[in-house]
């Protein structure tokens, strides 16, 4: 069974940093992408950043930058390390796994985190 397990988050002063984690159990496709997510309170969930197996990273245009996604392959964590953070940021961050690569991610396929909440004070 696929589990996805967040912790991390908190609230943090604009300016500041904070890591998400996500420890990733089961998955067990050959190729496959592994993201980090945000909906704010009114707003569509976005996708933040994610990387593939083969090493690809992909942040969108707000985050490049101040975040850095990465994977610990050893331990099958997701990490994401967020520098420099607006309140903007604020949001319920998810990870998701979903089959894929080459740029192409299934994410309507994929299996997510139960959520951490990001609150930046100003």
């Not at 696929?2 to 996500?22: D, H, K, N, P």
């Not at 997510?37 to 942040?59: D, L, M, N, S």
Request: aromatic residues 12%; proline residues 2%; charged residues 10%.
């Amino acid at each position: 069974q696929v589990q996805l397990v967040q912790s991390g988050g908190g609230s943090v002063q604009a300016g500041g940093s904070l890591t998400l984690s996500c420890a990733v159990a089961g998955y067990s496709e050959n190729k496959y992408c592994l993201g980090w997510f945000r909906q704010a309170p009114g707003k569509e969930r976005e996708r933040v950043a994610h990387i593939e197996t083969t090493g690809y990273h992909w942040y969108t245009g707000s985050v490049q930058g101040r975040f850095t996604i990465s994977h610990d392959a050893a331990q099958n964590t997701l990490y994401l390390h967020m520098t420099s953070l607006y309140s903007e940021d604020t949001a319920t961050y998810y990870c998701a796994a979903a089959p894929g690569g080459g740029g192409y991610c299934s994410w309507s396929r994929g299996v997510w985190g139960q959520g951490t909440q990001v609150t930046v004070s100003s």
